[in-house]
């Protein structure tokens, strides 16, 4: 829409709104003004959403909408409000923070600025008024403020909210003079006070967005206005450009008479006019799809945007993954526009620091040098462009001398990383590489190559999961960016820092032979994610074709390769395996085979699940990886083995009784009795004794139903136990009354005694991940479990009243599977099923299993985001394994059919009650 249709368009609502120069009445008004803002806002929507044009234009084409919309309600705020006797109450109506700017999004913010000379009269105070209250009824959404010149400058100084809305005040109508002055006080104050101030608070206004919305570009839900390398940084940029130069456009940083000498090229121009376009059409989207000032791209909008933006499946990769894919990338080149460009306009505005005094021989002979006391290459032959090596030189002196890497010289990383490719197979530079990677600082050094973008380059397999993200809610970084936290985590591991929550891992760090191939291992875990298939399997063959590369021997290639292949065995093991099972940890250490090889693996694992994000890792999956660890290292140790379990069997029982000699012969006997050999391999002798007071007291007192409960502090679960009468259907009913009390049940070993009672055990944690131990919540969750076994408790209509997910989980779906596992176990039948987590989920698909006769022994609970993995070791009704593929079959659909949620009251999706876990 050119200047001049605004303005007839301007011309045609004031004609509307005063004909003939008499104003129409003020409802009258509203009508045609809201009749305007709805026909001009649809235009532009029709517009943009048939790709006529994009985001950015669209901003322009609604602030110009706006900017005609004020002018008539200025015009007709004077008409209807009458003058007074004296001077002439005027003032200048400016625009001011983004639409100072002359962009607006959909559901923005209109922010104004209604500059007086003095303090405004009483004529002067009804204009405003009158025109904010019109704005307010057509249902805009306005920030204000009535401020001298005087008033402007002073709160600047204090604000620096206000102070860059002021950066951007544009004049709209009224008392241009007045403007005109404003805006040579405003300009000399910018230049009196220097560039310093302002930077400053910018930098720690950014500091304080990026805590609130995300310090990594790379969440997989981000926001695209305040998150790191959205909107709002390149906004940031601009601002201190305007602040520091006086341009209004990025363009004019381009070019050697350009403010600063050229900060940018015209290359640089177009990627960020690019990135500009692209993050407005992106924020119009979002603000059309949801309604309101939406600026968060969450799972469940990211598919209906990437079909609007027209991304479809290619290969592996789904739409809403190839449009994250597309904005990480935009980030990540806002990312480094901000490493380049900042420093570059606080040196030409500032004047350059102190030069290092004095030469640096060691520097020299690298082909490195100093300017203004950071690293550069030395001028004037040592450029990267001809000599790639370099770049890694110049990181690895940065760390080792704890300098800075000047911000021309980031900017010519940036520029020639292509040129890595050229230092593939080089000895020195896989040397300097393997040295950074497993140095001090890795991940800081690692993320820096990889936002330039020398990592794709140097291994072209990265490139690949640079911006890869996952459709699920367990993840919370891209792929690459998950990689280089795990490598920041095996790092706090080998410094100690994680000494009281990974104990075990803090010390086999300091027993690893094989250190440098664990870092490797790390570096590319994930490296085949987005290519189909198992990624464990294509990524073990990927390191070995990357692994010489990097200059590795063909021992260290082979562990390597295999800590790929297996970096979940652990993992699955602990979460989805009973590993009170002989065969699991002989399995395990079967695939294992070498002590060194475990402990590589248990650290990886540490590292690989710390890094998924903040949530998954507890202190009850800590355990359960340090157990699987012990008892695995036990076998490798030549402990262990299957003949030993009559012996192992009597050591427990030997131990409890050491533990009950306030018993009678007689009671001591009795207990000794009723527990089979799965139950005294199932628990430490502690465990036994208590069990042993539970069952006597119940004796004693003739309870049909006893439920106990232990906080355990130190694994972050609450453990429950229940004795009562063993029936059908207990176990699923007792899961049942703990979803309808809140708990999240993350383990759990069933037991039948010899006396035909049955002693149950659960872990379980609250939503947060912690143990479930308010006082009046452990006593409901009693309550809860005797009404539900009496048959008081409607579970189904009590677990349907539990709180539902939130709307933007439920775009990620899980497709419900079944597996049926009889080699894991010599005497269970082992169940697997996957399925869309929400409350009361284990309940029916353990009475699923119930109904179909068959007997649960143990249940392991994981999940990972929305989605769950339920492991089930079962037996039939005679206490064998079922096999026979006429029981398997409608098992299996039986077990499909509990997973399928039910349909939510009212519509929408259904509830979801577990957080976070799991390996990565």
């Known amino acids: 829409m050119t200047t001049t249709t605004a303005a007839r368009a301007e011309a045609s609502l004031l004609d509307a709104l005063l004909p003939e120069g008499r104003p129409v009445p003020r409802d009258v008004a509203v009508g045609l003004l809201r009749r305007e803002l709805g026909s001009k806002q649809a235009k532009v929507q029709r517009g943009f959403e048939r790709y006529e044009f994009q985001g950015l234009d669209a901003a322009r084409q609604l602030g110009r909408h706006m900017d005609g919309m004020l002018m008539a309600i200025r015009a007709y705020a004077e008409a209807m409000v009458p003058p007074e006797r004296g001077a002439p109450d005027d003032f200048a109506l400016v625009a001011t923070g983004g639409y100072g700017r002359g962009v607006l999004a959909p559901h923005s913010d209109i922010d104004l600025l209604f500059l007086t000379e ?3 009269g009483k004529r002067g105070r009804r204009l405003i008024e009158f025109m904010l209250y019109l704005l307010w009824d057509l249902g805009l959404k306005v920030g204000h403020a009535t401020r001298s010149i005087k008033d402007c400058l002073r709160e600047g100084k204090k604000d620096t909210t206000v102070l860059t809305a002021l950066v951007d005040a544009r004049f709209l109508s009224g008392n241009a003079p007045l403007f005109a002055a404003f805006r040579k006080s405003f300009e000399k104050q910018r230049v009196d006070d220097g560039l310093a101030p302002f930077l400053a608070a910018k930098r720690a206004e950014r500091a304080t967005r990026h805590a609130r919305y995300g310090e990594s570009p790379f969440l997989v839900e981000p926001n695209i206005k305040d998150g790191r390398g959205g909107l709002r940084d390149l906004q940031t940029l601009y601002w201190l450009a305007r602040y520091a130069f006086g341009v209004r456009r990025m363009d004019e940083l381009a070019g050697a008479e350009s403010p600063g000498g050229g900060l940018l090229t015209d290359g640089e121009v177009r990627g960020i006019n690019r990135t500009w376009d692209f993050l407005w059409t992106l924020r119009f989207h979002l603000h059309y799809v949801t309604g309101r000032a939406e600026e968060r791209l969450t799972f469940d909008l990211q598919p209906v945007i990437a079909a609007r933006m027209s991304y479809t499946r290619h290969g592996a990769q789904d739409g809403a993954e190839r449009l994250m894919k597309h904005l990480f990338l935009t980030s990540r080149e806002v990312v480094r526009l901000s490493r380049v460009l900042e420093p570059a306009i606080e040196r030409a505005a500032l004047g350059p620091p102190a030069t290092r005094k004095g030469g640096d021989d060691g520097l020299a002979a690298l082909g490195l040098a100093f300017a203004d006391g950071k690293l550069v290459a030395a001028p004037p032959d040592r450029d990267f462009s001809r000599e790639p090596v370099l770049m890694l030189r110049i990181v690895k002196a940065a760390r080792d001398r704890n300098l800075e890497i000047h911000p021309l010289a980031i900017r010519a990383l940036i520029r020639h990383s292509r040129q890595a490719d050229r230092l593939r197979g080089e000895p020195e530079a896989s040397t300097l590489f393997l040295d950074l990677l497993t140095g001090k600082d890795a991940s800081k050094w690692l993320r820096l190559l990889n936002e330039a ?7 072209p397999e990265w490139a690949r ?9 367990y993840h919370v970084f891209t792929v690459d960016e998950h990689t280089i936290e795990a490598i920041g985590v095996l790092q706090q591991i080998e410094r100690g820092e994680l000494d009281k929550i990974a104990p075990v891992a803090t010390e086999l760090m300091t027993q690893l ?6 870092y490797v291992a790390a570096l590319l875990h994930d490296i085949a994610k987005g290519r189909g298939g198992d990624h464990s399997e294509l990524g073990a063959r990927l390191a070995q074709e990357i692994c010489p590369r990097l200059g ?13 292949l297996h970096h979940l065995l652990v993992s699955q093991t602990a979460f989805k395996r009973d590993i009170e099972d002989p065969k699991t940890i002989l399995d395990i250490a079967d695939q294992v085979q070498s002590p060194e090889r475990l402990r590589l693996l248990l650290v990886l694992t540490v590292a690989d699940m710390r890094a998924v994000g903040p949530r998954v890792w507890n202190a009850w999956k800590a355990t359960l990886l340090r157990e699987v660890y012990w008892r695995v290292s036990e076998v490798l140790a030549g402990g262990m083995t299957v003949p030993e379990r009559d012996v192992r069997v009597a050591r427990a029982k030997e131990a409890a009784a050491s533990l009950l000699t306030h018993f009678k012969p007689e009671e001591l006997e009795h207990f000794m009795a009723l527990g089979y050999p799965g139950y005294w391999l199932s628990f430490d002798s502690e465990t036994h004794a208590r069990h042993a007071a539970i069952i006597r007291q119940a004796e004693a007192d003739k309870a049909p139903l006893t439920v106990r409960t232990r906080v355990m502090h130190d694994r972050a679960v609450t453990e429950v136990t229940v004795y009562c009468s063993d029936h059908p259907g207990l176990f699923s009913r007792i899961s049942g009354a703990l979803a309808v009390a809140g708990a999240t049940i993350v383990d759990a070993r069933i037991h039948t005694l010899t006396n035909g009672m049955a002693l149950d055990t659960f872990w379980v944690q609250d939503s947060a991940g912690g143990a479930f131990e308010a006082p009046h919540r452990l006593a409901r969750l009693s309550v809860l479990i005797e009404q539900a076994l009496s048959g008081r408790l409607r579970l189904a209509a009590e677990i349907r009243k539990v709180r539902r997910e939130p709307a933007r989980l439920a775009a990620v779906t899980v497709p419900p599977r079944v597996v049926v596992d009889n080699f894991a176990s010599n005497t269970h039948t082992v169940i697997e099923v996957n399925g869309r987590d929400r409350p009361g989920l284990l309940h029916d698909v ?7 006769g068959l007997q649960i022994a143990s249940a ?3 999940t990972y985001g929305v989605r769950a993995v339920d492991v089930f070791y079962v037996k039939d009704v005679f206490g064998l394994k079922v096999e026979n593929e006429r029981k398997l079959g409608p098992l299996r659909a039986a077990l499909l059919e509990a997973l399928t949620p039910p349909p939510a009251p009212g519509g929408g999706s259904p509830p979801a009650h577990r957080e976070a876990a799991g390996p990565a």
């Open 552 to 564: 590795m021997s063909a021992e260290e290639t082979e562990t390597v390769s295999w800590l790929v």
């Open 846 to 852: 353990t009475a699923a299993i119930s109904e179909q």
């Open 860 to 862: 392991h609970i994981t």
């Open 453 to 459: 973008g020398f990592l794709s380059r140097y291994i």
């Open 118 to 120: 003095r303090e405004p």
């Open 465 to 473: 999961i640079v911006g890869l993200m996952q459709f699920d809610t």
């Open 513 to 518: 032979q094989s250190r440098r191939a664990l």
